[in-house]
């Protein structure tokens, strides 16, 4: 069994790896043109395969990890989004979808669970419990601010480019900050929360560029 986690865990890096490349690549090209579509594509296919090996590996014996689960649904979550906010476009789609709706809240309940666990390891002074509270905080806004969207798509233009760009940016963060952590080993509760904050920082800037 540790041989298959260690396989699963090496894949999981492999893919992850490439996902933050690729990632990088998509976000300095200009963006809608061929070099920025198939980076994209690569960062979303590495991305999934990535999270999803990080979700067995967080489930297997000795390995077992809620945070790393909870966060690799949650990454899973943003790159659905991220792809799906593309789709929105008021000329082929009158209205969200099942499976759109489905997503936001799959991920409106993790956050909620997210949110119990932080207040609970607050109280119980359980280490990085804040990191609970913070994801938690994050997801719950991302996946309210989806049913916004889904009510104001057909009259805020650019409402799916903003959307993609801040789901898409948030996983190239969860892929950074993994890099961080798992890569160089440096897990203090500073480093899980930095990325987020510097990527969000560029999505504000991003997104009021796009308003304009």
């Not at 200009?30 to 979700?55: E, I, N, Q, R």
């Not at 104001?152 to 996983?171: C, P, T, Y």
């Not at 203090?188 to 009021?208: D, E, F, L, M």
């Amino acid at each position: 069994m540790e041989q298959i986690a260690t396989v699963l865990i090496y894949t999981h890096a492999f893919f992850g790896g490439l996902g933050l490349f690729t990632g990088f690549i998509s976000v300095i090209v200009k963006k809608g043109g061929s070099p920025h579509k198939k980076a994209g594509k690569v960062f979303t296919y590495s991305m999934l395969l990535s999270s999803l090996l990080s979700l067995i590996i967080a489930l297997m014996p000795n390995h077992e990890n809620t945070f790393l689960l909870l966060i690799g649904i949650f990454t899973i979550y943003m790159i659905l989004s991220g792809n799906r906010a593309l789709t929105f476009n008021p000329k082929y789609k009158t209205k969200a979808h099942a499976i759109d709706k489905i997503i936001s809240v799959g991920m409106l309940i993790i956050a909620l669970i997210m949110l119990s666990l932080g207040v609970l390891g607050l109280i119980q002074k359980i280490e990085n419990s804040i990191l609970y509270l913070f994801f938690g905080i994050l997801g719950s806004f991302m996946a309210t601010n989806d049913f916004k969207i889904y009510r104001q798509f057909k009259e805020r233009k650019n409402a799916r480019i903003l959307s993609h760009i801040g789901r898409m940016v948030g996983a190239l963060i969860a892929s950074f900050t993994a890099f961080l952590v798992a890569g160089l080993h440096i897990g203090s509760t500073i480093v899980w929360i930095a990325p987020t904050i510097v990527g969000t920082a560029y999505i504000i800037y991003t997104s009021r560029k796009y308003k304009k």
